[in-house]
């Protein structure tokens, strides 16, 4: 009786070993993001919201999806603009914004210094960004995003984390998808 014990403890150890080892980190699945074409792979069930943001001046309802998972943050967020001439603008004043709210020193007014070499299948321009900076508790943050537009929807999808690495940001930048149009 002893033997087949030890063999079932050993065979529960196993059990309990494999299952952890087959819980992802990251649970990737693909998000339609509402309201908009954008689909896009969500490395965990995202949270939604939505608030009422300055853009060029105007209120504006910015609308978010976010998610936390080995501990990064990914976000998906979208607002319309009313004149297809704002998007540029709007794109600018987005990255602008970004950069301060995690606290780089005074964000450069040239795209040049935190440009991040990054494609969004279906979108004809993308800015990519890549800085580093200090979240609200004054840790240390990087980001890696991506803005861009479609119509008049202007778009950001961001990952921050104290580091990113490169695999799961060639995956969430990766399964980002426009329609051609």
Same mark, same amino acid.
């Given at each position: 009786m002893p033997v087949s014990f030890h063999r079932a403890?050993?065979?529960?150890l196993l059990c309990a070993l494999g299952l952890t080892a087959c819980s992802p980190t990251f649970n990737w699945r693909e998000t339609r993001v509402e309201g908009t074409p954008l689909q896009a792979?969500?490395?965990?069930?995202?949270?939604a919201a939505q608030r009422s943001v300055p853009l060029l001046g105007t209120p504006t309802e910015l609308h978010l999806l976010s998610c936390e998972a080995g501990g990064l943050r990914f976000a998906l967020a979208w607002a319309e603009v009313p004149d297809a001439d704002?998007?540029?603008?709007?794109?600018l004043a987005w990255r602008s914004a970004s950069l301060m709210a995690i606290r780089v020193s005074s964000p450069?007014?040239?795209?040049?210094s935190t440009a991040w070499p990054v494609k969004v299948a279906g979108a004809a321009q993308v800015l990519g960004?890549? &800085? #580093? /900076?200090?979240?609200p508790s004054?840790?240390?943050?990087?980001?890696?995003?991506a803005y861009f &537009? #479609? /119509?008049q929807q202007v778009f950001q999808a961001a990952v921050y984390g104290e580091r990113l690495?490169?695999?799961a940001l060639d995956t969430f930048f990766g399964g980002l998808r426009l329609p051609t149009p």
């Amino acid at each position: 009786m002893p033997v087949s014990f030890h063999r079932a403890g050993a065979a529960l150890l196993l059990c309990a070993l494999g299952l952890t080892a087959c819980s992802p980190t990251f649970n990737w699945r693909e998000t339609r993001v509402e309201g908009t074409p954008l689909q896009a792979l969500m490395p965990c069930k995202p949270d939604a919201a939505q608030r009422s943001v300055p853009l060029l001046g105007t209120p504006t309802e910015l609308h978010l999806l976010s998610c936390e998972a080995g501990g990064l943050r990914f976000a998906l967020a979208w607002a319309e603009v009313p004149d297809a001439d704002q998007l540029r603008p709007a794109t600018l004043a987005w990255r602008s914004a970004s950069l301060m709210a995690i606290r780089v020193s005074s964000p450069p007014d040239d795209e040049a210094s935190t440009a991040w070499p990054v494609k969004v299948a279906g979108a004809a321009q993308v800015l990519g960004v890549s &800085a #580093q /900076g200090q979240d609200p508790s004054g840790a240390a943050v990087q980001i890696r995003a991506a803005y861009f &537009a #479609q /119509g008049q929807q202007v778009f950001q999808a961001a990952v921050y984390g104290e580091r990113l690495p490169a695999e799961a940001l060639d995956t969430f930048f990766g399964g980002l998808r426009l329609p051609t149009p």
